[in-house]
């Protein structure tokens, strides 16, 4: 099973070609005068038998569907993945790519950056989420092996991961669903070397780390992480593992540093000219700064080319399946939609306007995935237990289950930060398109990995519920107030308030077409009626905002709503406009892609000098940047309270009466 | 050790007195149509053995500084803490407010709100938070104890937690800290029934608890919850431990419903008509709803009676002890001040004021903690593994080690959202304020804790630093960009950036003097000139915005700027002068204290109608609220990016001619 490393025209040992890594990163760090020595120079060794023996890959073609994932969840590491890229083969990063380490403009940025260059997985750094990331990777792979079979789909995801990642709590999310799915192909190395930035790891955690994997159902393993013989028997034992395994590889932090070694002064920081000449002698690596020598790169790209005959099997194991077969897998992998959904889809809203519904948006977006999920056969769906709540779940979806995955819906667990980050490797894996879903409130939960998404432009797509007061006597810690807004702040988040079940197709379809990053979701725990009761062409929600009801003249008035409050604005716009104040409404699902509209068409909707109000059940702060100088919000300004909903809109003043009056008071 | 329940009076039986918060727990619910009985009746029988011979508390002095503390993680089961607080005797809990059971301005909030009721001992629902509140209790009853001795502090905190808790990552970041630090006086009942809201807990894990919280450090015990008499043997065992415990009380969720009891349908809807009859059959309990039974109420009476002596040995104790430390220590618990630090304050900003200094706010902060740690003994600081770069820990600081409780500084560990909650439950412990630190981007991984400190109106002060793409090549990833709003947006939270040392001292103070909510300071790794010269007679930072520099003439030009860009601002304020435009800047470090300034004051700072700038390198989305129509705003508009800070602000167009051309341009 182990591929050979052995390479007859060079004599350089493992240990060799891993302070080739070790000089690399110390170096590259020292010309940047900033970065993180002390890891890659402790995992050279384990990452290098990694490379060299295990790792599926072929630099010559790094999107390979099947190659192995390769997580540096340690992100701050970062100059271990680029040393092992730079020598392994990858084109885009070439040498002086190393040496521009963490300048502007360079593929090595600080931390690894996802896009910035081949072979970078993900995007690592917020501790925690690479390892949470790879459970995704690792769950998508055992999916797609179900759908397209594993003489196409069959490869490990393979992370090194710090003591930092493992005092997260994603970490513990990650790790407990791992096991709970019996994810096998999933192998962690645990970077065991004692130090964390404020000195040993005994000053915060006395924590037995087998023992809490062991725990959550995994394998592990303890070895050296210097003996190279070691770490290649501790993986060749980890592939044939039922579980997934955790090998703790015991290292010493800066490995070679004569004083820093072993010390949390390496973690961090350039190590200095003396302490690199010192490291150049205990290495015996007498090479000057960013010269590896000519055997040490035959042996590494010896390692990169290792993968290129098992990708040619590959590539003719692919085309010899049924074409149709094939085809599909392509365009999945490409992320591209099959055939047909849009039309299921168009053809479903044309029902709803023949026949209006009245339903809650959560309910209205079950509707939708009713004609999606049968559609698009890679979408993935689940809720971090609350499948009947978010209405996450179509009928007959199966689930997922441990060692089983030919289900297509997965139960997360009360594990929302690691169903966010698990969906974010789902998406970077490609094959899959994920959705999830959990109360919009703990999108505060979600955060980090939401951030992720909309950083590594992935299509993940959020179903948040129960998304204002209107959910109720739940009470403040379960309604969101600040939410939509600060998920607006979030670069590269499309937040998506749809007001109905019409806008709730049509935000679906939006966010499935929006592959270059994240939705949310926004949707109703309570009933809203349908108001698009005209077919469209187009796709309005798509463009952010509309004209959803014109004024009886030239507008003096302009209502702003999304989602559940859009109803609210209706009946003001009708109470206005018998008193005779022409007012036109516009429903705003989605500010980020109306801030992508053509300028004329936003002052076409917003209208000119007119006053304008808007209305959401959340912070009002903010409406600002539409509402204009003559404008007014109405909105919450400080938390909710526990009430039936109704009561609530009352009590916080979200009524068409308040619109009416805040509009009488400035047209 | 073990208090005894026998009353002579009554009859009634351990599983007479569950079945009475059994049934105000079905019966409220069920008034309610809203809220989740399964774990009340679940728990009903462990939760009466603890409240009837375990835990230490006086209805009639709830705030007994030296009570045990009970924290309901699993908050979803309120009406098992309200039947509990009603049935023993807080006056507040009366029945009326069982019936009102989530209904607007009721004390029965659908989750516990801290606040809202005496006993409610902090706000739960958020799953993960009550057990991590916990861990902060638990710390804080070792650190007065070690401050003020064992005469007058020593208790115990003791958790119910659901598998939800358990779930959550933020769980595991307590559970290994509390482990680590053995904190051996915190309890933990599991509340094993083996359901969440999706179906079994099978369906999504398959964690072996015990054996994890082992792993962490924790004793563990496993019992029939049902067994009044073996729950009172773990609890028994418990207490004498030399580690924290958690019980394992396998349960029968919604114990006593005869068809839905064990299973999902049980978990979080009113039981029903039918059901709820089943249930008083199958429980012997034929009383009407809400009403119980004489001798019931006198057994209950007489377990919430239970603590008056000791609460009254306790406070006699407490009236031996010096009469200094028996004063700080009623101050401390009262959360006040002691006298001298503001002086201690004053006194070193009027050394800066002298010889002016330029540092990075991170360390500006550290040089305040350096007069502020000393003068106030109850602060307590710390940091999630960036000691050395958040700048929390002054020269000397004793750390809090495990078993010893001497020290005044906290490793965190890589525990953002363990130490954010931790401090939420220090603060409500009371007699100790807590500071930590970890990177301004990593208030993602805090935030459903610094939601919990805003609603709950907790004294916690987050020390965030690196708060900019300023802290340049680590990237976009450790780089916030939308966080200073999106912390803005949050209710309760003061977002305090200094410009300089002078600002930095003086929000600290404002920090410390807000009593009602949390703060966090975002501070700066790089450098930053001091630019308050001249002494103030007041806390102009506390004011929230003010005129820092005034223009030559009546102003045309406003610049208004937080932080690293009032350097911006003053810079580009002296080419506008020199241009012939009088400029005025307007340092703003905290938006919500301005906010509540008098209008009068919010208007002589602004300026009129004229051209307002704002400067902040972070989204500039929100800024309109105080540019108005003529405005612009300097910012961010997208993720940063990995290079060193000075060429970020070029490239990203954060620069004083940037401000310059903008107001030029305008007016």
Redesign the interface.
Known sequence: MTAQTTDATSTATPRDMANAVRALAMDAVER?N??HPGMPMGMADAATVLFTRFLKFDPKAPKWADRDRFVLSA?HGSMLLYALLHLTGYEDMTLDEVKNF?????RT???P?YGHASGIET??????QGIANAVGMALAERLLAARFGGSVVDHYTYVIAG??CL???????AI??A??LKLSKLIVLWDDNGI????P?S???????R??F????WATDAVDGHDAEAVAAALDRARSSDKPVMIACRTVIGYGAPKKAGTSGVHGAALGAEEIAGTREALAWPHAPFEIPADIRTAWAHAGARGAAEREAWEKRLGALDAEVQADFTRAMAGELPAGWKQALDDYIAGLIASPKTVATRKASEMALEVLVPAIPELIGG?A?????NNTRTKGMK?VA?GEFDGRYV????????MAAAMNGMALHGGVIPYGGTFL??T??C??AI??S??MEQRVIYVMTHDSIGL???????QP??HL??L?????VAVMRPADVVETAECWAAALERTNGPSVLALSRQNLKQLRLEASAENLSAKGAYILREASAAPKAVLLATGSEVEIAVAAAEVLEAKGVPTRVVSMPCWELFAAQPADYQARVLGGDVVRIAIEAG?G??W??WT??KGAVIGM???G????AP??YR?FGITAEAVVDAALARV
Not at 196 to 199: A, E, L
Not at 214 to 217: D, K, M, Q, Y
């Open positions: 940047a900033s970065g992100g963490r300048q502007l403009g360079a940025a600080g931390h950056e995007t690592t750094g917020p501790l925690g003591d930092g005092m997260e709590g994603i970490s513990q999310e407990s669903l096991g709970h964390s930035i404020d000195g790891v000053l915060s955690s006395s924590e037995d780390q023992a809490r062991e725990a959550a159902g809720s237990d609350l499948t009947g709540s689930p441990p139960f997360w667990g009360i594990r929302e930060h690691g409130v703990f505060d939960y955060r980090p951030r992720l909309a950083l109720g006597e739940d009470g403040p810690t379960h107030v600040e807004m600060s607006r702040m979030m670069p590269n912070i702060f903010g600002e940047r204009g100088p300004t400080g938390f309270a526990s009430a039936p009561e609530l009590h």
